[in-house]
């Protein structure tokens, strides 16, 4: 059979090849005969060899299990769908190629020759029946074995019968339009509608689930105590000769801002680049240091390796990592690469590593692929996710193209069972009455962006505008959207609900909300947000400038509700169309 096999195929190459080089004048009879000749001669040499040797060393060997060979349930449902699939792309090709969806009379025989093909090949490869695959890389396998014998099997028919005057553009294109839906539609029916039937009942194990599945490792264990004035064993030593022997720059930067005589080799785990983590050698509160040498960026579940080390740290532990940003990432491939092979490769590069497992649909195929490793992360993204499992950021360092952080464990792990990952989020924001109300605007930051208000504000404080200096956390196309005030859009949803006004001061975070004066916090409950703040009327230059600025207009609405928004929406109108203010 394996001979038969082989023969056909170099049948299907040559025609194929005769094929689509045009090759007319070959003659038929030389090429088929040649083919036949061939194929008798391999089938009568494997018969001598059978014959004298084989017969005696398969007679030796087990049968296979007819249960190899088990076939599945014909979907009638699949036949139909795929009648229509090829169907279409026939009629779709034919009015690429004539303007039309009319078939002539000379390719009404083609579609014919189609739908054999297509049967015959549907049949024999089982694309039609329901089976349980091992994967996805099978349950298409049908789908492509069936295109390859209907491809090979045109070209044989082409070529035997003379039919050079076919359009090819119309034949192969209709099969190349066919095995593009049939790969897109059963990719997402197999990826979806059919793990969710096998999982009905049991927890999504998706990107930002807190599930995750490991394997054992050895890991070498330093305990001790933290936090007495002397300890028996300082974690320093042995950490600074076995350790960091040949990262010098990086133990200067964790002893910079962790006192390392203060941990006893008792107390703290070290995970090196050989080892992966697992959460069974990390006893709950074990810890006051865990160190990782493998960087975040091959991490399935972040979040969940996050939790699980804040788990294993006793409170105000340490955990220390690193990871490939967007800048470091940046950096290493225009190293690599040649300056102008970088700029052609590095946008095809950052949408495969960066942009593709964001997207909530797409990610599936992509974690399966790659299984969630050397996807590319944001510095936002990381210390939003460090925060939201109950973090501290203490510090980080670029080093070596890597982004290093020293974080502590100050809280359990956030409850938001939906932190933002979308386009578009919902931000916590101080509505009327102190209520706390979701905000809806497109994504202008880095996921997990919102989890770090403190920490930007310490680090960055606030600008003339009262916004972030420097604000690490906004996107280059999330600078954008601001500027055309595009982000703002959605918040039309929130106004449709009366959560927020037209005219209204802007509704900011709680911890905003936290450095304003008690008086001007009394009168923000006081009323409902609004669209379009007063800031936009008065352009203030500084935060005490806001203040006075909301504060003069709540006193002046106090008295006159209706004609103060009237007024300062006009004013606000005009600064920002004839002016152009903006508050980025």
């Not at 056909?8 to 090429?31: C, D, E, H, K, P």
């Not at 087990?62 to 769908?81: M, V």
């Not at 940046?330 to 950052?350: G, Q």
């Not at 464990?409 to 956030?414: A, E, F, G, L, V």
């Amino acid at each position: 059979m394996l001979i038969v096999k082989s023969c056909v195929a170099a049948l299907f190459l040559i025609t194929i090849v005769l094929v689509m080089i045009g090759n007319y004048s070959f003659s038929r009879t030389q090429m088929f005969g040649t083919w036949l000749i061939y194929l008798m001669a391999e089938l009568s040499v494997f018969l001598i060899y059978y014959l004298t040797v084989g017969k005696k060393i398969t007679s030796k060997q087990q049968a296979p299990s007819k249960e190899i060979y088990r076939a599945g349930k014909l979907s009638f449902a699949i036949i139909a769908f795929d009648f229509i699939v090829i169907t279409s792309s026939f009629i779709i090709m034919n009015y690429f190629k004539r303007g039309t969806i009319e078939i002539s009379e000379n390719y009404e025989s083609l579609i014919i020759i189609f739908y054999g093909l297509w049967f015959g090949s549907g049949i024999f490869t089982g694309k039609f029946e329901i089976m349980s695959y091992r994967n996805i890389y099978y349950a298409l396998s049908p789908f492509l074995k069936a295109f390859l014998i209907m491809v090979s099997m045109m070209s044989v028919l082409i070529y035997a019968f003379n039919l050079f005057y076919l359009s090819y553009f119309q034949g192969f294109g209709s099969l190349i339009l066919l095995i593009i839906i049939e790969l897109i539609f059963y990719s997402f029916y197999h990826l979806y509608f059919l793990d969710k039937k096998k999982v009905r009942g049991v927890k999504s194990n998706s990107e930002d689930e807190p599930i995750i599945e490991q394997k054992g490792i050895p890991v070498e264990l330093l305990k001790a105590k933290f936090g007495n004035d002397s300890c028996l064993n300082p974690a320093k030593e042995k950490l600074e000769n076995h350790y960091f022997n040949n990262r010098r720059t990086l133990f200067n930067f964790i002893a910079k801002y962790i006192n390392l005589n203060l941990i006893d080799e008792t107390d703290a785990i070290v995970l090196d680049t050989k080892a992966e983590f697992d959460k069974r050698t990390f006893a709950d509160q074990s810890y006051y240091l865990f160190i990782n040498f493998n960087k975040i960026n091959d991490m399935r579940h972040i979040n969940q390796y996050f939790i699980e080390v804040n788990a294993g740290l006793n409170s105000g532990g340490y955990f220390v990592g690193h990871a490939h940003t967007i800048e470091t990432h940046k950096e290493w491939f225009y190293a690599k690469f040649p300056f102008y092979m970088a700029r052609i490769l590095y946008p095809l590069d950052f949408i495969y590593r960066r942009i593709i497992p964001k997207l909530p649909e797409i990610k599936k195929v992509y974690f399966l692929l790659t299984k969630g490793k050397n996807r590319i992360l944001s510095k936002a993204e990381i210390l939003g996710r460090l925060n939201f499992c109950g973090f501290e950021v203490v510090a980080t360092n670029d080093m070596g193209n890597c982004f290093y952080f020293i974080a502590k464990r100050i809280k359990n792990p956030s409850d938001d069972k939906h932190p933002s990952y979308g386009p578009i989020v919902k931000l916590k924001r101080v509505g009327l009455n102190g209520k706390i109300i979701s905000i809806h605007k497109f994504r202008t930051m880095h996921p997990y962006s919102e989890y770090l208000q403190d920490y930007v504000y310490q680090q960055q404080k606030l600008n003339s505008n009262g916004k972030f200096n420097d604000d690490f956390r906004v996107t280059n196309w999330g600078s954008w959207l601001r500027k055309l005030w595009i982000d703002e859009l959605p918040q039309i949803i929130n106004f449709w609900r009366g959560d927020i006004s037209l005219v209204g001061v802007r509704a900011i975070s709680e911890h905003y909300f936290s450095l304003y004066d008690k008086d001007l916090q009394q009168l923000r409950i006081g009323f409902k947000p609004g669209l379009i703040p007063p800031y936009y009327a008065d352009l203030p230059n500084s935060f005490e400038e806001i203040m006075n600025s909301e504060r003069k207009y709540f006193n002046e609405k106090i008295s006159h509700p209706f004609s103060t928004d009237i007024k300062y929406f006009f004013r606000a109108f005009y600064n920002i169309v004839i002016k152009h203010a903006r508050s980025y």
